[in-house]
C-alpha cells in the first residue's frame, strides 16, 4: 500500500477512527515507538547512546518508548526533561517510569550482569544551579558524547498538534539539540515532525530542530514535504501503523516507501531467460565524456536488464569499448538516426551526449516507438524545442535535476511540486524532478515523493547511473512512473548503505559506491513487509 500524504485534520480523523474502533492511545503509542527504534537500528544497527529529550505529552511518550526499545538492543540511554514531570501527561509518566525500571531482557551482547543498564534523568526545566553548575554540565555533555560509539538524539518535545513560535522551555531545548548536533556531530531523529516546524504548511520556528532523520508516525504530513523544510526535516522515514486508516481513498500525494515498492520488484520465475527482462539500448557518451556511456550502462545491467547495448559516436569507440563492463556490447555509430531500425525495448539517452548533433537526437526521441528515458543533454536539446514532447511515437521519462528543469519549464516561484504537476499537464510524459525530495510525477497518478537518498549524492554521475537503472527496470515490465519511483528509491538507499554499512561518508561517495550497494537496496525491497 502506497504512503498517503495527509493534512493536520485528515490525520486527526484517522487517529479519531481508530479509538472509534476500540483502539487504545496507548497501543499506539507503543506500536510507533517500536517503529522509531526500528528506523533508528535501520542507520545505526550497532548500539551507542541516545539522548531523548521529552516534552510532556504522546509525543514525549513515542520517543520514551523507542529508548526503552533500544536500551534492550543494548543502547545507554539519557532523558532530557523539559518539564516537570507533575505537569507532564499520565501516560508520558508511565513510559517515564517503565524506562526506569530495569528491563526483562536485553537483546545486546553483554551479559545481564554486566550490562550498564541504568537510565540518565536530567530535567532540564529546573534551574541549572539546582543540579549543575553550566561548567559541570558542559563538561559531563562533553564526556558523555566522547565515550559513545555513536550518538544519537530523539527529538520527543512537541508533536504534530503544537505550531510556532516556541516558547521556553522547549525553546531552550531545541536550541540545546540544534548545538548538540553542530559542536559534537550528533545525529539527530525528530519524532512525527521537528520541534518547531508546522506539520501543515512547512514553515518554521528560528530555532526549529535540524533534524537529520524525521520518523514519521502512521502517514507522512504535508509540512513535512513542504520545499522549504528539507532541511530541517533531512531524511523521512514513515513509521506505519496498521491500526490507522486514512480516510482519503484516491491521495494526490504519496512518499515512495518500502512495503508499496516491494510489490513492483517480484520474484522471478525459476525458468526466466534474458530476452523476457528488456533490450535496454544506451544513447550516451561525447568526446570527454565517455564515462556517462559507461555508468549509465553499468545501472541498467545492477537494476537486472537482460541485454545491454551502448551505442556511441565512432570517435570514442575505442575508448569505451575498452572501458566497459564486459557485460555490456558497445556499437559505434555514425547517425543516431539509424538507431530508429534497432531491435530495443527501452531506450537510455543524454548522458554526456553533447549537443553537436542535436537535430538528429530530436528525430530519435520524436520517432522512437519503444519507451524512453531521456536525461542530461538530451534534455538540454529538448529544452529548445520542447514541443517535441507532444508529437512522440512512444512513452517517454523525463529525469531533470533544477537546473534542466528550469531549462525545460520555467515555473517562476512556484513549488517543486506545483512545477511538476504543470508540466505534466502540458505534456504527456512522465516526470522525475531530482532533489533531495526527489518528485515523480505522471497525469492522473499521485505525485510521489522519494524518501531515501543522502546530501553525498550531490556529486557527477549519480543520474547516469539513475537513467540506466530506470531503463532496466522498465526494460522488466515496470511503467514508467513505477520504474521512477522504484529506481530513485534503490539508488537513494543504495548510497545510505555505502555510508551507514559501508566505509563511505558524504564527502567521499562516488557513483561507483552506489552501484556496489543496488544489489543490498533491492534485497531490503525484497525482505520487507508489505
Known sequence: MNSPILTSAQMRAAEGAAFARGIEVEALMDKAGAGVSQAVSKFFPNPGKCIVFAGKGHNAGDALVAAQCLRRRGWKIEVRVAFKESDCSELMRKKLENLRRRPPEILGTKPLETADLGVT???????????????????????????ASRTVILDGLLGL?????????????????????E????????????????????????????????????????????????????RLEVAPLDDLRPTEKKPNEIVACAPALRQLLR???YDTYKNQFGRIGIVAGSKGFSGAAIMCSLGALRAGAGLVE???????????????????????????????????????????????????????????????????????????????????????????????????????KETRAKTATKFCRRFPVTLLLKGSRTIVCERDKPLSYNS????????????????????????????LYDAARLGAWACGRAAEISIFRGQASEESLLPRDVLNYLGEGFNELHNSPV
Request: aromatic share 4%.
Open 452 to 479: 531515501t537518498g543522502n546530501p553525498g549524492m550531490a556529486t557527477g554521475g549519480m543520474g547516469d547511473i539513475l537513467t540506466g537503472v530506470c531503463a532496466g527496470l522498465v526494460g522488466q515490465g515496470l511503467s
Open 310 to 412: 551502448v551505442f556511441v559516436p565512432e570517435e570514442i569507440y575505442e575508448i569505451v569499448a575498452a572501458a566497459a563492463a564486459p557485460e555490456a556490447m558497445v556499437k559505434p555509430i555514425k547517425s543516431y538516426r539509424d538507431l530508429l531500425k534497432e531491435k530495443i525495448d527501452v531506450w537510455a539517452l543524454g548522458p554526456g551526449l553533447g549537443k553537436s548533433r542535436a537535430d538528429e537526437i530530436l528525430e530519435l526521441i520524436e520517432k522512437a516507438k519503444q519507451p524512453m528515458v531521456v536525461d542530461a543533454d538530451g534534455l538540454n536539446i529538448l529544452s529548445g524545442k520542447v514541443s517535441t514532447l507532444k508529437r512522440c511515437k512512444g512513452e517517454r521519462l523525463l529525469t531533470p535535476h533544477p537546473g534542466e528543469m528550469k531549462r525545460l519549464f520555467d515555473n517562476k
Open 183 to 234: 559542536k559534537k556531530n550528533v545525529c539527530v531523529f525528530a519524532i512525527d515532525l521537528p520541534t518547531g516546524l508546522d506539520g501543515e504548511s512547512g514553515q518554521t520556528d528560528p530555532n526549529c530542530v535540524l533534524a537529520d532523520f524525521t520518523i514519521t508516525i502512521g502517514f507522512a504530513k504535508r509540512g513535512l514535504v513542504a520545499d522549504g523544510a528539507l532541511n530541517f526535516v533531512g
Open 121 to 147: 534523568l536530567i530535567e532540564l526545566w529546573a534551574d541549572v544551579a539546582d543540579q549543575l553548575s553550566a561548567a559541570q554540565e558542559a563538561i559531563a555533555a562533553e564526556a558523555y558524547l566522547e565515550t
Open 161 to 181: 498538534g503544537a505550531k510556532p513560535p516556541l516558547r521556553d522551555p522547549v525553546r531552550k531545548a531545541c536550541r540545546h539539540i540544534n548545538q548538540l548536533r
Open 267 to 269: 520474484r522471478r520465475k
